[in-house]
């Protein structure tokens, strides 16, 4: 099954134990302050030890000021559709568009008959689900003429639509039988199985009736994002999900690239296994995907079709990013002009697509440091300046609103230390090696660049350093954040241009790995 080449997104499934309630809040809060995605709740409003699922999710964020929250999945036969929508819409206005929706057929019908809701057959309540996506959608539509729906198990007569979400609200579906996965490739956004519900042998066919319903309704099938809910422990184990987090990276990024799925969501009661899934295994993912899609394909067994790729083979194309020279800071991190340089590239050599997307891949990585770079200094300015708001800022890795306050910017600095981090660390310890294993001449330059990335690791804890004097009034405050920065600017910019000077050529001949 192809990857699909969603975005990679990480959250967790947290049980909303009524009797623990401080404890569940906290766990909230640390998964927006470690920077995952998404937080989501369980939604059984016949289960007396659970606290109210749109109750919790709106005191969340509330509370939180980064993560999306969403139901995982909400029980359709005990929320009205357009209640359902309307409180989806007022949420997502209120929270600036951090809501999305997980829905779900139905089950445990004794419960859900109990508190007085309907008793539906699978069918029906397939048929029901169906119904009510339309009669959401529509309410969402404020612009739109009043409601009419007469359906078999909902009825709508001139309801006006209205509110309408701060941003497109996603519809997930937990789907597993044949005509739910039908339904959720014909009108969802998301597919939300769960382990235990969906062996990992059995997504690939899941996948391909998800698939074939999509392009049967005139869809693409990457229309529809592929979400997982996890169950695993950290530990010493061999099978998925059980072993170290790197293991736990590893796996995962197969599945994506194997299967597509791109947004996992961890049941989580623990604060270590958040910060561990948030902190050691979301950044590995994001690094491996990121180089399993760049990667070279197979070689093709000779033959006409090898000999086409071949003669698509062209010159160099991939232009290294330049250094314009302009610097922020007086300050040095180190003599730039020391650094070594490799040997010359072979001017007649060719290379194919495949092999200029390794170079392609490099400068992409850095782009979306050099934007993050960008966004963190600009919103130090609007610190300083004393502006009430920051700008909205939506990125890979923020996703988010960022308020005016400090502890919001020192978990924006926080989370875009540990993406630049892990990618340093990725190269130091897989690409440098493969590279200079596979053409010594090019020794003196990645000795070069790992020195440099242990000076940006110590200008890094010196950006931390001066949020936490910000933080706590000590020193000289914002300055200091801003000379911190300043460097570290300068720094990161010589160094991406000089890597992707030195390095696009090897890539391109040698490969990642």
Known sequence: ???????????????????????????????????????????????????????????????????????NVVNLPLRPPVVLARSVASLDLISGGRVELGLGAGAFWDGIAAVGGPRLTPGQAVDALAEAIGVIRASWDAGGGPIRHDGEHYKVMGAHPGPAPAHDVEIWLGAYKPRMLALTGAKADGWLPSMGYADLADLP??????????????????????????????????????????????????????????????????????????????????????????????????????????????????????????????????DETTRPTGPEPDPSRLYTPDQQAAGRHLIDVHDALRRELTQLRDLIDQVARGEAEAATARSFITRMTIRQNHWTL????????????Q???????????????????????????????????????????????????????????????????????????????????????????
């Open 423 to 513: 990618h340093h660390t990725l190269e130091d310890r897989s690409v440098f090696p493969h590279v200079q294993r596979n053409d010594p001449a090019l020794a003196p330059v990645i000795e070069r660049l790992e020195a440099e990335h242990e000076t940006i690791g110590e200008l890094l804890e010196r950006v931390d350093a001066a949020l936490v004097a910000l933080v706590s009034s000590h020193d000289d405050g914002i300055e200091g954040v801003r000379r911190a920065v300043g460097i570290l600017n300068d720094a990161l910019l010589s160094h991406f241009s000089y890597e992707e000077r030195e390095l696009i050529e090897p890539l391109a001949r040698l490969g990642f790995t």
């Open 205 to 334: 066919a899941m996948n391909d009736a998800i698939d074939r319903a999509a392009e049967a309704a005139g869809r693409p099938p990457a229309a529809v994002r592929r979400l997982f809910n996890l169950n695993g422990s950290f530990g010493s184990a061999t099978g998925f999900l059980e072993g170290s987090s790197r293991d736990w990276a590893e796996q995962l990024s197969e599945l994506t690239l194997s299967t597509g799925m791109s947004a996992y969501i961890l049941s989580a009661s623990s604060g270590d296994d958040i910060r561990r899934f948030a902190e050691e295994v979301a950044p590995a993912v994001r690094e491996l995907v990121t180089a399993g899609r760049a990667a070279p394909a197979p070689a093709p067994p000779a033959g006409p079709a090898s000999r086409a790729s071949a003669s698509a083979a062209a010159p160099l194309a991939v232009t290294p990013t330049p250094d314009d020279g302009q610097r922020l800071s007086d300050e040095r991190p180190w």
């Open 410 to 421: 020192g978990t924006f600095c926080e989370t875009y230390c540990r993406v630049l981090t």
């Open 1 to 71: 099954m192809p990857d699909y080449g969603h975005e990679l997104q990480f959250g967790v499934f947290v049980p909303p134990e009524a009797g623990q309630v401080d404890a569940v809040l906290e766990l909230a809060k640390l998964a927006d302050l470690v920077g995952l995605d998404l937080i989501t709740f369980q939604d059984h409003p016949y289960q007396a030890r659970f606290l109210d699922t749109w109750t919790l999710i709106s005191v969340v964020a509330a509370q939180t000021t980064n993560v999306r929250v969403a139901p």
